[in-house]
């Protein structure tokens, strides 16, 4: 039985490292746990496992409903799944439909009325009657004939990223936890959480802010090291901080963000296609912005939003948690 370490399984399905140890998180994939050794691998019923995800997630399959058909392999529970999420596009569907007909007859009305003249949408009452209406009227979608190519480009507008912010993040000193291995983001957030708890950081940094990321950079082969992860609360630049917990500078930066919540990871591939193509910013990834910087460190960051009430509300739950991707950008030349 061929067992594939998780950079071979990335690559291949062209899925990130942070996708994968997501979905053992929760528990949707196994990876083998051989005893002594400190690196996991995937085996053939995983692999397997892993590529039903992947087709049930391009159908759009929460991974909760996801986790329901594999594990209960039970006909009637993927049905009802299948139906709720059919449900959901035809929604969709009905939705994109009324979108155009409003867009079309904007274009309609715009033509005939302001031909020439400077643009004023808001003043035009027939025009804002339309869009009212969008909440209370229906479209009839089989009178529609709305094409499977249209559909096609709908569905490519709905992979696209809208809602990217381009957001300067100031230089701030840092407190960061690093840990290495089996379940090191784990490790490394509940020695961070130790910290601010101890330390009383809440009281003395009402502004504190929580970023991680990568450090998984690397792996080649089986036998490799696993994977690591970091994580950076913020702190005063005079604070004392203990082992082996260290100190870092963050140099400030230009970022591309865009909000997910917990699980959503591969959206950091349509992040990374929207700085390729926006066409006014370009990747800054070689460009180092804090100190100490070690060898296979990411450039990306997750910021957890709302740090400050999630970490004392005990009845939060890590599900409900939404997180900022950072991906480091700068202006395109004008040379």
């Not at 090191?184 to 601010?196: M, T």
């Not at 990321?213 to 992860?229: A, L």
Request: glycine share 6%; charged share 25%; net charge negative.
């Amino acid at each position: 039985m061929e067992l594939q370490p998780i950079s071979q399984i990335s690559k291949q399905f062209n899925i990130s490292t942070r996708t994968l140890r997501y979905y053992e998180q929760i528990g949707l994939i196994r990876p083998v746990e051989i005893s002594g050794l400190t690196y996991r691998v995937y085996d053939e019923n995983t692999v397997l496992r892993l590529k039903q995800i992947i087709i049930l997630r391009k159908l759009r399959i929460p991974l909760k409903q996801i986790a329901e058909i594999l594990d209960n392999g039970d006909t009637d529970i993927a049905i009802e799944v299948f139906q709720q999420n059919l449900t959901g596009i035809e929604d969709e569907i009905i939705a994109l439909s009324t979108i155009k007909r409003v867009i079309q007859s904007f274009i309609s009305k715009l033509n005939i009325k302001n031909a020439g003249l400077q643009l004023q949408l808001l003043d035009d009452e027939s025009l804002l009657e339309i869009v009212d209406s969008l909440t209370v009227s229906k479209i009839n979608f089989k009178e529609e004939k709305v094409t499977m190519e249209e559909l096609r480009k709908a569905d490519n507008q709905l992979n696209k990223l809208t809602d990217v912010r381009i957001v300067y993040i100031p230089p701030m000193t840092v407190a960061a936890s690093h840990a290495t291995g089996e379940k090191c983001e784990r490790k490394a957030f509940d020695a961070l959480y130790n910290f601010v708890r101890k330390s009383g950081l809440l009281k003395i940094k009402s502004d504190v802010r929580q970023f991680g990321f990568d450090c998984s950079d690397g792996q080649t082969g089986v036998g490799e090291p696993y994977h690591g992860y970091e994580v950076w609360v913020t702190i005063p630049g005079d604070m004392e901080i203990p082992a082996p917990l260290i100190k870092r500078e963050f140099h400030g930066g230009l970022y591309a963000a865009h909000m997910i919540k917990m699980g959503d990871f591969e959206h950091w591939n349509m992040l990374h296609e929207w700085v390729k193509t926006n066409g006014k910013y370009d990747d800054d990834w070689s460009d180092v912005r804090w100190t100490p910087f070690e060898e296979g460190m990411e450039h990306c960051l997750e910021e957890q939003l709302n740090f400050y009430n999630n970490i004392d509300n005990p009845n939060f739950s890590g599900d409900e948690m939404q997180l900022d991707l950072l991906f480091p950008i700068k202006e395109k030349s004008t040379i």
